[in-house]
């Protein structure tokens, strides 16, 4: 599994260890420094992927392996710089949750930048849960019922909170934090893991033990699975996916959406969708909501 990346290197943990880490939480493993070999040419190799390693993974200092192969993926968070841009960014990969850190003030929390995150994780195979910080400075009641209808768990997880329920969420699983700069995502990463500098350091094995803000890091929950802490991200492009393709993630909506006109945006008149009534109708209003999000490009709402 790979736990890091800096600078065309990247750390590595054996299966052995891995999974020694999701079952009890132990992270005193040795990682090793990889790089890239010549016939993956430029393939993408991010945090959380798993690949075929060769030469010398003794992880003793000076040594350097060779990554080559990389498996395939179970899930795959991706974003792009904007709505126009064709390029996609991955930004961890293998992720079996995606923990939506958001503040409910200082800075006001961004609707926008949630359904992004959300439809992000929809489309990309990882179920979200939306963590909603700084409880202390306003209530986070009317944010959090704001996404009800769309099954996503909710935590609260302010600094005066208890953390069990993340903890909960989390322990034995895969799981990636995303969130704007200022919302608290540090913090919540330091009570996850008190230990998280040395972790960083120790598991790494990059960069010697220096911590790389720009790039994704996993690190080894005291209680057994990995956190992928993701630097703080400005803006969430979603130029990869469509209408379509998010409909198609709700089964329920899946089936009733073969009802539409043809080239339907289900935003329109005659849209089937819109005579479901029940849970489904009301999962309807809600995915609408990231539907027009997803055409707006409007992260700060």
């Known amino acids: 599994m790979v736990v890091s990346k800096d600078r065309g290197r990247w750390g590595v943990v054996l299966d052995a260890d891995a999974e020694k880490i999701i079952d009890d939480g132990s992270h005193e493993v040795t990682p090793i420094v990889c790089m890239r070999a010549r016939e993956l040419g430029k393939t993408p190799i991010v945090v959380g992927d798993r690949v075929g390693i060769v030469g010398d993974t003794s992880g003793a200092p000076g ?26 960014r991955i930004v961890v ?14 800075p006001p929390p961004r609707t926008g930048f949630v359904e992004r995150a959300l439809i992000a994780a929809f489309v990309g195979g990882v179920k979200p849960v939306l963590c909603l910080t700084k409880s202390d400075l306003a209530d986070p009641t009317e944010f959090a019922a704001e996404f009800r209808d769309l099954d996503v768990p909710v935590v609260v997880c302010g600094i005066n909170d208890p953390l069990d329920p993340v903890i909960d969420i989390t322990s034995g699983t895969v799981s990636a934090l995303v969130g704007h700069s200022g919302v608290g995502k540090s913090t919540l990463v330091n009570r996850l893991v008190p230990d998280a500098d040395r972790a960083t350091s120790a598991v790494s094995g990059v ?28 803006s969430f492009g979603l130029a990869h996916v469509d209408a379509d393709t998010l409909i198609d993630v709700f089964e329920d909506l899946r089936d009733a959406a073969e009802d539409c006109p043809r080239g339907c945006s289900h935003d329109e008149p005659g849209c ?5 009534d029940g849970a489904s109708g009301r999962r309807f209003e ?16």
């Not at 890091?217 to 400005?234: E, K, N, S, V, Y």
């Open 63 to 88: 040594t350097l392996a060779r990554i080559v192969k990389l498996d395939e993926r179970t899930s795959v968070l991706r974003r792009t710089a904007d709505d126009t841009d064709a390029y996609e």
């Open 93 to 106: 990969a293998n992720a079996d949750k995606l923990l939506i850190v958001c503040a409910v003030a200082d």
């Open 207 to 234: 960069g010697k033990g220096r911590h790389t803000s720009t790039q994704s890091m996993a690190l080894a929950l005291p209680t057994g699975g990995w956190i992928i802490d993701t630097p703080g991200i400005r």
């Open 272 to 276: 089937a969708l819109t005579q479901l």
């Open 286 to 301: 809600a995915v609408l909501k990231l539907l027009r999000a997803l055409r707006t490009n409007v992260e700060w709402e």
